[in-house]
């Protein structure tokens, strides 16, 4: 008997076809991965989306003077008078919360002294955030505001924002001391007796 020292064709044959029948399986998996990759990125993009504006939201409100608006019909209008928490680098910023009627997006408004809806000549920044919300509704009692958000097929968004300052009534009068101070005169003494007899 002879020794061999190379292979037939056929075993040539099966050997490349168990080597693409692998790859294919190897390329098929990564496909997957990438899916999966691709989809976790975007869960984590919009989960980063919504993380910020709640956080821009709560520091609105929390950086308030307590000067706060809400009103609408279908979705709440939020308008905070004065907030120290500028995106835009304002010393001090008006900013509105509103649903847009355009894709349901909710938009926040930053400027000085505008009033909604917008005149022509209004200089404000406007940021567009979270699509396709189709609930959100601020309440308001004593100290605190109540915030709930949902976009369409997602979990709701609530919080609740305690120790929100009380508006200043327009017109009210600063307490005044009842105790007001008086200058007091010091008092003279009497004079010492003379103790030499």
Not at 27 to 46: A, R, V
Not at 175 to 189: V, W
């Amino acid at each position: 008997m002879r020794r061999r020292e190379a292979f037939t064709l056929i075993e040539l044959l099966i050997s490349i076809a168990l080597l693409s029948l692998i790859l294919l399986a190897l390329y098929k998996s990564l496909g997957l991965l990438q899916n999966s990759n691709l989809q976790l990125f975007q869960y984590l993009k919009k989960s980063a989306e919504e993380n910020l504006v709640s956080k821009t939201l709560f520091l609105d409100i929390t950086g308030s003077d307590g000067n706060i608006t809400i009103d609408g019909d279908e979705f709440s209008r939020l308008c905070i008078e004065n907030t120290i928490n500028s995106l835009h680098e304002l010393p001090s910023a008006k900013v509105c919360w509103v649903v847009a009627k355009e894709g349901n997006q909710l938009l926040r408004s930053e400027g000085n002294n505008y009033t909604l809806p917008l005149s022509t000549n209004s200089r404000i920044s406007v940021d567009a955030t979270l699509k396709d919300i189709d609930h959100f509704r601020v309440y308001r009692q004593k100290d605190g505001v109540l915030i709930l958000l949902r976009q369409k097929n997602k979990k709701p968004i609530s919080f609740l924002v305690q120790g929100v300052a009380e508006p200043a009534q327009p017109g009210a009068k600063e307490l005044q001391n009842p105790a007001k101070k008086q200058k007091i005169a010091p008092k003279s003494l009497p004079p010492v007796p003379n103790q030499n007899p």
